[in-house]
């Protein structure tokens, strides 16, 4: 008879606290475990996505205190006490100013890379309130299949100018 330890690759247990949009989690689990996989499995949190899993693609981007952060490949142990912002809660009634143009514009196509491009224009947004075209090329550097890369930069520039007290 064979006996197999699995042991051997079990990841190590942790426990992990996390600030999720205003709320606090503390959670048991694989100090491994990717963060996006902790927002979407465990906490039910589904609006952050899965698209390359390589941190390529944008597609999983939430804001870890503060910063746009790929969370597919983030081992929950190394963002353990962090705040975390997901498109839930980038603004309670999803009226952040960036979140209204998408509307307005008709921003998004199919729509599944929206919520990382929304992350990552939002993180730029508060560093770089006037953001040049270079600006948005270099921080917003999500992958969107379906082409909506200028009605993005658009909204970003309109959504820059609102904020600066323009249109
Ligand atoms: S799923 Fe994370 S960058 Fe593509
Ligand atoms: S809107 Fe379809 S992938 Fe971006």
Redesign the pocket.
Known sequence: MTVTDNSINAAASASISLTVNGEQHRLELAADTPL?WVLRDHLGMTGTK???????????TVHVDGRAT????MPVEAVDGATITTIEGLAPRRDHVLQTLWLEMNVPQCGYCQSGMLMAAAALLDDIPAPTDADIDARVSNICRCGTYPRVRAAIHRAAAARNGGQ
Do not use: E, K, N, V
């Not at 790929?70 to 490949?73: L, V, W």
């Open positions: 996006l899965f698209g390359c899993g390589i941190a390529q693609c944008g597609a999983c790929r969370s597919c490949m």
